[in-house]
């Protein structure tokens, strides 16, 4: 198996990467952890991930506010912490600029038919090339993620942020949104493995596997997923649930009939606007750190997620309380209760979990730790 879009910065990280990417085996047996695992993924977007609904408008003080300071303070804390984390990037920031093609843009995605969005798909994309304010294009910003010392993931969210999960997304736009999306990261030099759905709507799975994935968020396994209620009363128990810091849901990766792994959320680190913002910081934070020890103790995943545009509103408070969180996990890292993974190392690791007793020797030579990378660099 070749590379994958975990950044290497050197030959040391280079050979463990490669150790990583042992070719995947569907487990015959249920899988264990040796230790919990904390997993961060990251949606990188700037503003397509709500143009659909709000246009360019409602958010670009916070797209604006992203570009400037939170993916730098982001990374920073990513340096501090050592934490490798999973950025899961719309494919449309790979490219260096875009312009249309007889008279239209972006002819080689075939267009949703979502039932809320009925003009062109791409009626707000200006085009051009990527300037200090844009909230289309990101190349540079990827590459300062790139960057960071301590190495990153680079995953996939889409092209263009289709939701896949909507009856509108035909395979051929899936097909179509994906493979613009590994042509533009394979011209930045980058193989994702990783996957984050649009608003979590997972669809399509036999095409992101057909297009190199390995490996996807799927939604968070909340108590009342399974009831019969409405959106709003789900919507509801949610809030409920941040508000009262109930313990999240951990869970172990699951290997799905798609041939894709699961490594479910646990918990999204909500902005400071709208209804959210009566919730105070300290509650997601409690939560959180509930998520860390309970994934701990039973040996299963943590995974956080979030936008970085989650982070624009009282943004001191929201950093200090990212912050908080890495404390706490360090604290479990240290005594080698917890590991931090990337989604991606996650799925490259699966056979060091087999309960096999021909991978015995892997798991006794610390499989997780194993593909922990920033101890190399
Ligand atoms: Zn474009």
């Given at each position: 198996?070749?590379?994958?879009g975990?950044v290497?910065?050197?030959?040391?990280?280079?050979?463990?990467?490669?150790?990583?990417?042992?070719?995947?085996?569907?487990?015959?047996?249920?899988?264990?952890?040796?230790?919990?695992?904390?997993?961060?993924?990251?949606?990188f977007?700037l503003?397509?991930?709500?143009?659909?609904?709000?246009?360019?408008?409602?958010?670009?003080?916070?797209?604006?506010?992203?570009?400037?300071?939170?993916i730098?303070?982001?990374?920073?804390?990513?340096?501090?912490?050592?934490?490798?984390?999973?950025w899961?990037v719309l494919g449309?920031l790979f490219l260096e600029?875009?312009?249309?093609?007889?008279?239209?843009?972006?002819?080689?995605?075939?267009?949703?038919?979502?039932?809320?969005?009925?003009?062109?798909?791409?009626?707000?994309?200006?085009?051009?090339?990527e300037?200090?304010?844009?909230?289309?294009l990101g190349r540079s910003l990827v590459e300062k993620i790139r960057a960071c010392?301590?190495?990153q993931?680079i995953?996939?969210?889409?092209?263009?942020?289709?939701?896949?999960?909507?009856?509108?997304?035909?395979?051929?736009?899936?097909?179509?949104?994906?493979?613009?999306?590994?042509?533009a990261a394979?011209e930045m030099g980058i193989?994702?493995?990783?996957?984050?759905?649009?608003?979590?709507?997972?669809?399509?799975?036999?095409?992101?596997?057909?297009?190199?994935?390995?490996?996807?968020?799927?939604?968070?396994?909340?108590?009342?997923?399974?009831?019969?209620?409405?959106?709003?009363?789900?919507?509801?128990?949610?809030?409920?649930?941040?508000?009262?810091?109930?313990?999240?849901?951990?869970?172990?990766?699951?290997?799905?009939?798609?041939?894709?792994?699961?490594?479910?959320?646990?918990?999204?680190?909500?902005?400071?606007?709208?209804?959210?913002?009566?919730?105070?910081?300290?509650?997601?934070?409690?939560?959180?750190?509930?998520?860390?020890?309970?994934?701990?103790?039973?040996?299963?995943?943590?995974?956080?997620?979030?936008?970085?545009?989650?982070?624009?509103?009282?943004?001191?408070?929201?950093?200090?309380?990212?912050?908080?969180?890495?404390?706490?996990?360090?604290?479990?890292?240290?005594?080698?209760?917890?590991?931090?993974?990337?989604?991606?190392?996650?799925?490259?690791?699966?056979?060091?979990?087999?309960?096999?007793?021909?991978?015995?020797?892997?798991?006794?030579?610390?499989?997780?730790?194993?593909?922990?990378?920033?101890?190399?660099?």
């Amino acid at each position: 198996m070749n590379s994958s879009g975990l950044v290497k910065r050197n030959d040391d990280a280079d050979m463990m990467m490669q150790t990583m990417m042992m070719e995947t085996m569907q487990p015959e047996h249920p899988i264990e952890l040796e230790r919990g695992v904390f997993t961060i993924s990251i949606d990188f977007e700037l503003i397509w991930g709500t143009l659909d609904l709000f246009g360019p408008d409602r958010f670009r003080r916070a797209c604006q506010i992203e570009r400037k300071e939170i993916i730098d303070r982001l990374l920073d804390l990513f340096v501090e912490f050592e934490v490798p984390a999973t950025w899961c990037v719309l494919g449309h920031l790979f490219l260096e600029r875009c312009g249309t093609s007889n008279g239209r843009k972006h002819p080689e995605i075939v267009r949703p038919v979502h039932s809320w969005h009925l003009k062109d798909w791409f009626e707000h994309d200006p085009g051009g090339a990527e300037g200090s304010d844009s909230l289309f294009l990101g190349r540079s910003l990827v590459e300062k993620i790139r960057a960071c010392p301590v190495p990153q993931e680079i995953g996939g969210h889409s092209f263009s942020h289709v939701i896949f999960g909507d009856s509108g997304c035909s395979r051929e736009t899936a097909e179509s949104e994906l493979a613009a999306s590994v042509k533009a990261a394979r011209e930045m030099g980058i193989e994702m493995r990783s996957f984050a759905f649009p608003r979590n709507e997972v669809g399509h799975l036999d095409v992101l596997k057909e297009y190199g994935f390995e490996c996807y968020r799927g939604p968070e396994r909340n108590w009342y997923e399974s009831k019969n209620w409405s959106p709003q009363v789900k919507r509801f128990c949610h809030l409920w649930d941040v508000f009262r810091a109930a313990t999240p849901s951990v869970a172990l990766p699951e290997f799905t009939d798609s041939g894709l792994w699961n490594v479910p959320g646990s918990m999204v680190y909500f902005p400071m606007h709208g209804l959210r913002r009566y919730i105070p910081i300290s509650s997601r934070v409690s939560r959180a750190i509930k998520g860390l020890h309970t994934a701990a103790q039973r040996k299963r995943v943590f995974h956080l997620w979030f936008h970085p545009t989650n982070l624009a509103d009282q943004s001191g408070a929201m950093f200090d309380g990212l912050r908080r969180i890495l404390e706490s996990a360090c604290s479990l890292r240290a005594r080698r209760e917890i590991e931090f993974l990337p989604m991606g190392s996650l799925a490259a690791a699966d056979p060091l979990w087999r309960e096999d007793s021909t991978n015995a020797d892997l798991k006794t030579q610390g499989g997780i730790s194993e593909v922990s990378v920033p101890s190399a660099v």
